[in-house]
């Protein structure tokens, strides 16, 4: 074999790898994954690069098939704001796949990353052969509408006490963890980004719930939940 053609069956099971760990494709079968891996683009990011920033042309679905990115707005003041971040399996860009518009956020490599791209127009073939996919897409969609708008009605409404404790409370139950303690999934910088708020409340904050017995803080990032229904009283 051909050492191009090493190279191009390499690149064609990475792509197929990459396909298969996102959700909204898991129900296929391998013939049909095979498929779609035809049609991606394996795309390779170092840490802190830029994947595409706000105002730029949104016409991919974008699969992260290693590492680890970053998604966040910037306000008009300048103030980041984290969105969330997206790993292994995780995808971005979705709503560019039924319409032209352009990126309001943008997409940084926090660790270096491998992505496997599908175009707009080769995403919808992809929906005409496999209307199923759409219905997943959806719910995607309706999820991470719930989050953001869960998000936003907390900037609004609620004191960054209350961020807080809501934020370790459900990090808990998302991880359906059978121990309380759990490690912080970013820096208390991205943290603070994440909540609205600053680095400094974040480590003043946690030293409060520590000090009413609310936590303890067993490492940097390792925090141990003492008393889940007082957190959710906050």
Sequence with gaps: MKKSEVHQCQTSDLNKACVSLVPIFNHLEKQQLAEIATTTQSMSYKKGELIYRAGDQADSLYIISKGKVRIYRLADSGKEQLVRFLYPGDFVGESALFSESIHESYAEAALDTKICVIRRSDFQQILLSYPSISLKVLAEFSNRLEASEKQAARFSTEKV??????????????????????????????????????????????????????????????????????????
């Design 161 to 234: 006490e209350t961020r807080i404790a809501m934020y370790l409370v459900e990090s808990v139950q998302d991880e359906n963890l059978e121990k309380s303690a759990f490690t912080l999934p970013m820096s208390k910088k991205d943290l603070a980004s994440y909540l609205g708020t600053t680095p400094e409340t974040i480590s003043r904050k946690f030293n409060d719930l520590e000090e009413k017995g609310y936590i303890k803080q067993v490492s940097h990032k390792t925090i141990e939940i003492i008393d889940l229904d007082g957190l959710l009283l906050i």
